[in-house]
T-cell receptor, first 112, second 111 residues
């Protein structure tokens, strides 16, 4: 158990819908990262927050957004969902900005 | 992100055998990490390497940070059935926040 929690574990929805994925970092960790894992793209970095502020952006679509709240939990919002958004979404956390990252169990999103 | 070339892509091994996989990059990394992912689970950190030339062990696992800072390898000794899974290398550039991942090595153990 990495100490990072993610909910829900599974999510099934339809194209065009909007969903919110939630992540709680390890106790004491200030940084939260979001990654997408699909069969054809592997693990891709989406976005990072540090202590409530956006720190770095990767291959994140404009239809996706994220935020980190004062209690340091983070949410990833995916809107106007397409079939190709079906993937595993992982959250990782670490103490600072560049420390070792620990991953949560992931949310499996299926868009039908 | 940075391109990490991980090989082999997959391997079938006999229980008790030693396994070796590696990652190379055209970029110089500050940190190399090795993760294992079981089906439907998140990547679990196996070994973290922070200095060029560093050799670190975790039980039957040994990993090294290459001298050029552009490569790393992971060895698994005396493989057992629970070693099955996908192993990922990940690298972090100096001052960068994100990890770049290799495509993974799928390990299947023949009993």
């Amino acid at each position: 158990d990495s100490g990072v929690t993610q909910t829900p574990k599974h999510l099934i929805t339809a194209t065009g819908q909007r969903v919110t994925l939630r992540c709680s970092p390890r106790s004491g960790d200030l940084s939260v990262y979001w990654y997408q894992q699909s069969l054809d793209q592997g693990l891709q970095f989406l976005i990072q927050y540090y202590n409530g502020e956006e720190r770095a952006k990767g291959n994140i679509l404009e239809r996706f957004s994220a935020q980190q709240f004062p209690d340091l939990h983070s949410e990833l919002n995916l809107s106007s969902l397409e079939l190709g958004d079906s993937a595993l979404y992982f959250c990782a956390s670490c103490r600072g900005g560049t420390d070792t990252q620990y991953f949560g169990p992931g949310t499996r999103l299926t868009v039908l | 992100g940075q391109q990490l070339n991980q090989s082999p892509q997959s391997m079938f091994i006999q229980e008790g055998e030693d396994v070796s996989m590696n990652c190379t990059s055209s970029s110089i990394f500050n940190t190399w990490l090795w993760y294992k992912q079981d089906p439907g689970e998140g990547p679990v950190l196996l070994i973290a390497l922070y200095k060029a030339g560093e050799l670190t062990s975790n039980g039957r696992l040994t990993a090294q940070f290459g001298i050029t800072r552009k490569d790393s390898f992971l060895n698994i000794s005396a493989s057992i059935p629970s070693d099955v899974g996908i192993y990922f290398c990940a690298g972090q550039l100096i001052g960068d926040y994100k990890l770049s991942f290799g495509a993974g090595t799928t390990v299947t153990v023949r009993a």
